[in-house]
């Protein structure tokens, strides 16, 4: 089975800080991804990662990036965290253009 | 752009009442046309990928069909487990899905 894992299940932070999200994949898939979750507005990709050190902009990649330095491993960088970044977010990983598998999210809260 | 809407925003079923959601959709060159099932507080749980307009695939009490411009998700004599958030996204010409509102799915024993 594919399994993702991200690093946390809650976080709660304070406006202007540095965030780090991490999302790990055990299937050897090249292909990475992280969208956030809102009521209403369903997913949107934030960035996605075709290969390491390799990325796209999403649809809505304003105040974030990524880092993805080893294959299995694929980091969302909130640069300095802002209210309306609370959100739940969600990384998913796939091969080539199959299926993405997505891991158990991380519920987000700015203060 | 692609557009992908989901209907109805949410449905209540009694146990073993059989209904169906709607994905209809708009893209330029369809790849796939994926199912996801999402609990609350979880990630999507991936249930079907649907290929080309005819194609139909079965998991449980769950099938899940395809049109040129739809997609439909039957759920036939539903239990209380199958209380989730039913999600829809199409794929079109490179890794990227977009996705559908969702249908929310209550069913009461």
């Known amino acids: 089975d594919v399994k993702v894992t991200q690093s946390s299940r809650y976080l709660v932070k304070r406006t202007g800080e540095k965030v780090f999200l991490e999302c790990v994949q055990d299937?050897?898939?090249?292909?990475m991804f992280w969208y956030r979750q809102d009521p209403g507005l369903g997913l949107r990709l934030i960035y996605f990662s075709y290969d390491v050190k390799m990325k796209e902009k999403g649809d809505i990649p304003e105040g974030y990036s990524v880092s993805r330095e080893k294959k299995e491993r694929f980091s969302l960088i909130l640069e300095s965290a802002s209210t309306n970044q609370t959100s739940m977010y969600l990384c998913?990983?796939?091969?080539?253009?199959?299926?993405?598998?997505f891991g158990p999210g991380t519920r987000l809260l700015v203060l | 752009e692609d557009q992908v809407t989901q209907s109805p925003e949410a449905l209540r079923l009694q146990e073993g009442e059989s209904s169906s959601l709607n994905c209809s959709y708009t893209v330029s060159g369809l790849r796939g046309l994926f199912w996801y099932r999402q609990d609350p507080g979880k990630g999507p749980e991936f249930l079907f990928t649907l290929y080309s307009a005819g194609e139909e695939k079965e998991k449980e009490r769950l099938k899940a069909t395809l049109t040129k411009k739809e997609s439909f998700l039957h759920i036939t004599a539903p239990k209380p487990e199958d209380s989730a958030t039913y999600l829809c996204?199409?794929?079109?010409?490179?890794?990227?899905?977009?996705f559908g509102a969702g249908t929310t799915v209550t069913v009461r024993a």
């Open positions: 998913a990983s796939s091969f080539g253009q199959e299926t993405q598998y």
């Open positions: 299937m050897d898939h090249e292909n």
């Open positions: 996204a199409v794929q079109a010409g490179d890794y990227k899905l977009s």
